[in-house]
């Protein structure tokens, strides 16, 4: 017999996780959007759970779980505000390069630090097309989007390298449209002295693996949201005598949507556990992040467009749902990075498929 149930450690992760999102976030999502931030208190509670770090080495204070462990704290966590999800982790995806690259000694040199200092934040930025530039180991360039209005070390990884920066960085506040909670700017480097660099294609493509998972998580958990809210209002709502959700062409897409959810869910859950059993896992996380990106762009909309007129109205949630995805999908290379990556470690693993033509 195939047992697809989680473990019993799994388990109590994602019902701690699930348990904090609603009492903790859910209530106070509006608030934390108009402060661009948690609070201190909501930020001790996360600690004192110790739900950010379960990836982390038991030497820096962490679970020493995997992948699986974090992408289901993530989805709770973004279930109920995808923006505060990445304003509680300091680390978030610039984790992945210290780790991959620079291993224990990158952990103790630049995490440590940073998990000491309430309210710090490392960023990691995705450029391949380099927007930075270097001369003598010094940065200088700007980099226009961040969901984050501080940036105590900010990773930068390439296609073949990563390089950490610890200084010389300013954030410019811009307005920012999703991920509100988060906070966004527009990071300026003057001379930054780059304090590590590293150089070596795979432990890039593994660092970009786990950046796209982090983000897919993200994305399950915002359309998750958004397709429960949704589906509760139309049960709710009567139209000419009965449930909105019971007239056929809305019934229908209710259905789709949770389709959609589960779809993007078991890609996630099946690029994690591979990564845990250290598998060969780019394709998996490319797909992952594909398929969450491209399905969040279906049940967003459609939950704002359910709730009709009233969907556009911040007194309920489906319309920050759908900033919250299209933000999230623009991560890491966006969908068309993704889908090419996905595409070329798909072809390169089959190889060439054989045509036969029958007379």
Known sequence: ????????????IQQTAREFADAELRPRDREFERARGVPDDVRRRYD??????????????????????????????AAADAGA?????????????????????????????????????????????????????VATGILPWVPSDRADLLVVLEKERAYAIAE????????????????????????????????????????????RLYAAALLVGVMRASADYSRAYAVERQAFGRPIAHHQALAFLITDMA???????????????????????????????????EQSMFVTPNGVQILGGHGFMQDYPVEKYMREARALSLLFGGVDLARDDAGRDLVRSEGPVPLTVEA
Do not use: K
């Not at 379960?54 to 966590?77: H, M, Q, Y």
């Open 85 to 137: 999800a990445l304003a509680l982790d300091p680390l978030g995806p610039a984790l992945y390069p210290l780790r991959e690259f620079g291993g224990d000694a990158a952990l103790e040199r630049f995490a440590a630090p940073l998990l000491a200092r309430p309210g710090a934040r490392a960023v990691l930025f995705w450029d391949a097309r380099p927007r930075i530039r270097e001369v003598d180991a």
């Open 168 to 211: 010389g960085i300013r954030c410019e506040p811009l307005r920012g449209a999703g991920l509100r909670a988060a906070g966004a700017s527009e990071l300026h480097l003057e001379r930054a002295p780059i304090v590590a660099s590293w150089v070596h294609t795979p432990q890039a493509q593994r660092a970009l693996a786990r950046a």
């Open 48 to 77: 004192e759970i110790g739900l950010g770090r379960v990836e982390l080495p038991e030497s820096l204070g962490g679970a020493g779980l995997g992948a699986l462990a974090r992408v289901l704290i993530l989805e709770e966590l």
């Open 1 to 12: 017999m195939i047992d697809f149930a989680l473990a019993d450690e799994l388990r109590l």
């Open 259 to 293: 389709a959609a959810v589960e779809t993007a869910r078991l890609l996630v859950l099946d690029a994690a556990w591979r990564l845990d059993r250290g598998e060969p896992a780019a394709e998996a996380c490319a797909s992952a992040f594909l398929e969450a990106s």
